[in-house]
């Protein structure tokens, strides 16, 4: 094993994406991570998403190059088996509903007393704490109340729109292998043991923050009275430009890049109000009032020439290209940021390699997400089990 988490030990109680999420980002770098799942159905993402020889793509993608250990957690011997091997892992993390990991006695408190050094963190929907401690939490909740649809409003309707995508599992996921992280690093600084909470609510308002916080930010009236004025939104200025044949973005922000994006487009802008970033930001309808002369003329343009006149003067700009196509785009293939998995059942499987590529410390080999208690007899052996109290185990519904 190899990677700057190698020697580093996870237990994954986590279940669906944001929990797991996060264990794998350790897993792709290097750590050890046992992931528990109920005997039988298993996590339930085993059986969300496309399917192919009994694998779900998106469990294998949020679960790949863990251990698979099948335990009945509301069994006293279930429970047993955690605390046992809460003495041996590094990090325990799990996303229960507030109140669910105490009740079955798993809880940071409870594994603490066999581990003081265990770093241990609770993911949840709203927090622990407040009226909606209790309520029920799936990405398209939180991305609701967390602000992300209205952020995402149509600039013609007003109409919130949802993101097509699991933004709030993932972005909590990656904010929780970095709280991980970190806590790791303290703890080899001498800060012992600690528990990190995380609400998805709350990864999604740090995360969405800087976007509104040109208006939503300031407070009253300044220290010299000043009110403040809204400026040109840097996200929301961002629309997809419509070519002949595809689309594309451009995105200036320099003064020369603004003036060249004109020029690509066979515009020579005197008006001296929009010359400035300055300018550009306190004329926002002067300045679409061009863009939209502008895009009168890329839906005229093929993309591939619009493209290759914006690159000329220097503007930053891109195609939108499609998921499904950017493992072939030669970008793509020179950064090798895409890894072929073979999984046994499910044949060949593409998958992202882990985005931070380590020199010094470089991360494993990406590996297949593990069958359904795959590797509850070897865990099992790690802390002490024999081939005799394993069977009884089995027998006994406490694993699979």
Same mark, same amino acid.
């Given at each position: 094993? $190899? ?24 897993? !792709? ?9 109920? /005997? ?49 892992? *590094? ?18 408190? $409870? ?16 927090? !622990?704490?407040?009226?909606?401690? *209790? ?69 999604? @308002?740090?995360?969405?923050?800087? *976007? ?32 002949? !044949? ?21 515009? *020579? ?14 004329? #926002? ?16 343009? #093929?993309?591939?020439?619009? @493209? ?23 970008? @793509?293939?020179?950064? !090798? ?14 998958? #992202?390699?882990? #985005? ?5 410390? /470089?991360?494993? /080999? ?12 070897? @865990? ?21």
């Amino acid at each position: 094993m $190899s990677g700057p988490f190698s020697g580093i030990k996870v237990l994954d109680l986590g279940s669906m994406v944001a929990g797991p999420g996060a264990a794998t980002v350790l897993s !792709d770098q290097g750590a050890d991570v046992v992931k528990v799942e109920p /005997p039988g159905l298993g996590d339930l993402m085993r059986h969300l998403s496309t399917n192919r020889g009994g694998v779900s793509g998106l469990y294998h993608n949020v679960n790949r190059g863990k251990r698979s250990l099948a335990l009945n957690l509301k069994s006293e011997h279930g429970v047993e088996i955690i605390c046992k091997l809460a003495e041996q892992v *590094d990090v325990v993390l799990q996303n229960f509903r507030p109140g669910v990991a105490k009740r079955l006695g798993v809880d940071y408190e $409870s594994l603490r007393e066999y581990n003081p050094n265990l770093i241990y963190l609770s993911a949840s929907g709203f927090g !622990d704490q407040g009226p909606y401690k *209790d309520k029920p939490a799936y990405d398209a909740v939180i991305q609701a109340f967390a602000g992300v649809s209205r952020s995402q409003e149509d600039p013609h309707t007003g109409e919130p729109v949802q993101y097509y995508q699991l933004f709030a599992d993932k972005l909590t996921a990656l904010t929780a292998s970095q709280a991980i992280s970190a806590a790791l690093f303290a703890r080899e600084r001498g800060a012992g043991g600690q528990h990190i909470k995380l609400s998805m609510v709350d990864a999604v @308002i740090g995360f969405l923050w800087a *976007d509104v916080a040109g208006t939503a930010a300031f407070l009253g009236k300044g220290k010299q009275g000043e009110e403040v004025k809204e400026g040109l939104s840097v996200s929301k200025g961002a629309r997809l430009t419509k070519f002949e !044949d595809g689309y594309g973005i451009a995105s200036p922000v320099t003064d020369a890049q603004f003036a060249g994006y004109c020029r690509a487009f066979g515009f *020579d802008e005197k008006d001296s109000k929009l010359a400035t970033l300055a300018g550009r930001n306190t004329h #926002p309808e002067e300045l679409m009032a061009l863009v939209r002369r502008i895009n009168a003329t890329a839906s005229r343009t #093929p993309a591939a020439e619009a @493209i290759a006149a914006m690159e000329a003067e220097g503007v930053p700009c891109a195609m939108a290209q499609s998921l499904a196509d950017l493992p072939v785009h030669p970008q @793509i293939l020179a950064c !090798d940021t895409f890894a072929t998995i073979d999984n046994p059942n499910a044949g060949q499987m593409l998958e #992202p390699n882990n #985005p931070a590529s380590f020199l010094g410390t /470089p991360s494993p /080999p990406l590996r297949p997400a593990a069958t359904l208690g795959q590797h509850t007899d070897e @865990i099992l052996k790690e802390i002490g089990h024999n081939d005799a109290s394993i069977s009884e185990l089995r027998s006994d519904g406490v694993v699979a």
